[in-house]
Each structure stands twice: as structure tokens, then as C-alpha cells.
């Protein structure tokens, strides 16, 4: 079976790799093709798989290339994972936003709609692409932001297309094990938007345990969601937000926060990547060891700016080990194997929320078998969370119209009607700001 890895010389591709090596299962991966525009960065990380491979009997064969089509044909799966502008690009996108003092994350606020502007035309010409020289392809999204441009390629390759996060398996997890319970077992009602979603349940042998962790402050203050919200706001919810909710619940002290920092994330890791890199491709460097340490370091200070904001500390030993390619590989393997799994997924809506309609990409449970994703039923949202995830959806239908028509007067009302975004003229000095650092929204006039 052929994966191909579009941003095949992203930071995070052996992670992928990892857990490929470590699948032994009838009807695995045999061959990985990365591609990714940067030959360079390329380069690096097909030396560090190259370690990770050694010693491994029946290790994927490893191909690289530059050229997208030569990339896409014959492949059986394909993983996107591309940063249209790169880590200099998230870095604009954080200062634009915080000079108008609005954040800047780059998949919530002014900076999510920036990064999605750049990156919906890319994604539709990928999913063009695939659907062209790979018609039979799954396709694995886990470009940012994730729901967004999963139903952007969707109207090209329907249902062939499903996004993946790991925020939500990470959520879980975390509730999971504060309650004593195996995550394997566990159903977890998750409902939401990508980034804008809440746990409202968690099922061991049919029994409800969220209303017990809820009830005991002690519980709650024991894991990450649990310091970063605040029992009495958690209690206030009768849910587990995910993470990313902070930025909109606590969006003034998260703005704050942000413009104290002496660096903002995406440049702190513009910094911290470009050294890992120029390290990997050193002769006689240990591509693998460099990569270890620099991945260590890139989990440790996730979301630091909002932890520090909360008062929420240092993050736990268990959450350093990423997840979204143990998602990815459980739904490759679903998907070829028919191994009938459940996974929580960026998918098509379908009548799932009766607030959105049938096209609308969301993220909850989905049963996963050969035949794809698909969403199980769940109980309406309360009106605060159908408030927020409406609102929000409704911008990422603007930034979808801006990226097909070029109208600046879409792009503008995606900025403007943001619940993070509080004022037309605002928004009007945000997309002028965005237009002057990335050529590549020159399109919008």
C-alpha cells in the first residue's frame, strides 16, 4: 500500500513514519513518497526516517520528490499536511493580528481566517489533483485549519476526504484516565466544530462518569483542561471544553498574554525548526537525535502562553507524545483493512446537527469501516455552544466564498463577523495588514 505525504518535509512526518514502523498488520503501508516544495527540508527529514528505519525489518521503502502529480499518482492514501507560507507565514499572521489587538492563533480569530485565505486554494487544487491523477485515494487532511479545509476539499472529493485532529483523542484521554477508566473503552460524546468542540459525556459500560468529575474539584484541578478553564466554569458548562476554547473564553487575558510573550509561538518555532533543520542536514549529525530533542521541547511549551495565562503550570509527562498520527494510522488501517473502529473525525455533516446544514464539516464520533466515516447521531448542542459553533461556521463559509471568487467584500465579512474579530473597520485594516506580508492574497480584490 502507497501513503503519500504531502508537506513530506514538515516537522512532524516522523511521527507518521513512527507509527508506521511500528504497524505489522496484513495489508500495511510498504511505501511512503513525501513531497514537499523545500528539497532542503526534504532532505533532513528523509534522513531522519532513514534512522528510524535502521534496523527495522520490512521498514515502508522511502521516496522524495518535488513534483505534486509524480507524488499523487498510485497512491492509496494521501496525508496533507502543508503550511502554505510557512512558519514565517504564522509568525506574519500572530503580528498582524496582535497590532490591531486580536489574536492571532493560526486556526482561531483573525489569524485562523489569514492562514485558511492562503491555504483553501492550494487545498482545492490539491483535492483538484487527486481526484484527477488518484481518483480511488483516500485522502487524510491534517492541514490547518483542519475543518475548514477538509470542506473545502470535500466539494471536490466528497467523502474521499476526512480531516483528523488531536485534540480531541487527547481530550479524552485525559478525562479518561483522571476517572480510572481505559480510553479504549470509553465512549466519548464529543460534538463541535475543529478547535471549537466540548466533551459532554464520557460512557464506561454505559455509565455516564463526566457528572462524577464535574462534581469533585479535586479531579477537575488534576488535569490540563480542568486548571487551564476553572472547576466553577467547567461546572458552569456541565462540559469538558477542548483546549482551544480558551482563546474565546478567556480571549483577553489569551490576547494579553500573547503580545507579553517575548515571542509568539509561530515564531518561536520558526526559530526552533530552522536550527533543527541546518543540524539534520550537517554531515555526520545525528539527523534522528536532533529531532527528538527539538520535538521534546515543541510539546513542553504547547500552549504555554494560555497555561501561564490560567495559572495552569507545566504539561503533564503523558500529553508530550503527540497523537494525531496514532489517529491517522487506526484510520488508514480502518479504512483498508475494514477494522471496524471509532474515531472522533472532520467529516460532512449530514444531519448530524440539525443547526448546519448536510455540507458543513464537523467533528464528532464516526464509525470508520471500508465504506469511509460516518457520524454517529448526537443530542442537539445547548444554545451557547449552537451560538459559537453557527457563528463560526458561518466565517469559514465567507473565507470558502472569498478563496473561490477572489472578493475582498467576502474576506472582509469573514474577518468582521468573527466572535473574536469586534469591529467592520477592523477587519478592513486586518486583510490591508495581510495583503502587505503574504503576496499570496493578492487574489482578493
Known sequence: MRLTILGG???????????????????????????????????????VLAE?????????????????????????????????GGLQGRADDERVALAEGVLGQETVGA?????????????????????????????????????????????HLGDRVIGICDSPVGLGRRIARV?????????IDYVGLNHLGWVRGLRVAGRDELPRLLADPALLGSFEEGRLFGADWLRSLGAIPNEYLHYYYFNREAVRAYREAERTRGAFLRDQQACFYEEARRPGACALAAWERTRAEREATYMSENREAAGAGEREADDL?????????????????????????????????SVLDHEAVIEVPCVVDASGAHPVAVDPLPGHATGLVCAVKAVEREVLAAAGTGSRAAAVKAFALHPLVDSVNTAHRLLDGYRAVHPGLAYLR
Do not use: C
Not at 21 to 26: F, P, T, V
Open 179 to 187: 476517572l480510572g477508566a481505559d480510553p479504549r473503552e470509553a465512549w
Open 52 to 84: 528510524q528505519a535502521a534496523g527495522v525489518a520490512g521498514a515502508p521503502e522511502v521516496t522524495a520528490t518535488t513534483d505534486l502529480d509524480e507524488a499523487l499518482r498510485g497512491a492509496d492514501f494521501v496525508f496533507s499536511a502543508i503550511r502554505v
Open 321 to 353: 507524545s503527540g497523537g494525531y498520527e496514532k489517529v491517522a494510522l487506526a484510520l488508514m488501517r480502518a479504512v483498508a483493512r475494514n477494522e471496524r473502529t471509532v474515531l472522533i473525525l472532520n467529516v460532512r455533516n449530514r444531519g448530524t446537527l
Open 111 to 155: 489569524g485562523g481566517i489569514a492562514y485558511g485565505l492562503r491555504t483553501v486554494p492550494v487545498a482545492a487544487d490539491i483535492a483538484r489533483r487527486v481526484a484527477r491523477l488518484a481518483p480511488d485515494a483516500w485522502v487524510i487532511n491534517f492541514t490547518n485549519p483542519a475543518g475548514l479545509v477538509t470542506e473545502a476539499m470535500a466539494r
Open 9 to 47: 518535509g514538515g516537522f512532524r512526518v516522523p511521527l507518521v513514519y513512527g507509527a508506521l514502523l511500528a504497524d505489522r498488520g496484513e495489508g500495511r503501508v510498504t511505501r511512503v513518497v513525501l513531497h514537499d516544495l523545500d528539497a532542503d527540508r526534504l532532505s533532513a527529514v528523509t534522513r
